[in-house]
């Protein structure tokens, strides 16, 4: 009933910038808590940056002064805006969220994933 859908990743080289978008659609009540994860080959499933219903956000130390998150509730849509991308950055990016349905119910829900790649 509830699906979040990812768009933006892409090969990009060291430096440069991405811009992620997150669009939750569904039997949505209310969506609490937002947040984007990376998880690289070989790795665990990483927090890069979460954001509360109302704004407050929170980065991983790896990506502070260089990603920005943001949501627009009108729009039920959550973004990442990633500069200064470093090969470390590479990853599959997940978006999730903390979704309170019509039905009162929460659950937490994430997105396929899409691959950022950031080449030397």
């Known amino acids: 009933q509830v699906q979040l859908v990812e768009s933006g990743g892409g090969l990009v080289q060291a430096g440069g910038s991405l811009r992620l978008s997150c669009a939750a659609s569904?039997?949505?009540?209310?969506?609490?808590?937002m947040g984007w994860y990376r998880q690289a080959p070989g790795k665990q499933r990483e927090l890069v940056a979460g954001?509360?219903?109302?704004?407050?956000?929170d980065y991983a130390d790896s990506v502070k002064g260089r990603f920005t998150i943001s949501r627009d509730n009108a729009k039920n849509t959550m973004y990442l805006q990633m500069n200064s991308l470093k090969p470390e950055d590479t990853a599959v990016y997940y978006c999730?969220?903390?979704?309170?349905?019509?039905?009162?119910?929460?659950?937490?829900?994430w997105g396929q994933g899409t691959q950022v790649t950031v080449s030397s």
């Open positions: 569904g039997s949505i009540f209310r969506i609490n808590g």
């Open positions: 999730n969220a903390n979704i309170l349905t019509l039905a009162r119910l929460h659950y937490d829900y």
């Open positions: 954001i509360t219903s109302s704004g407050s956000t």
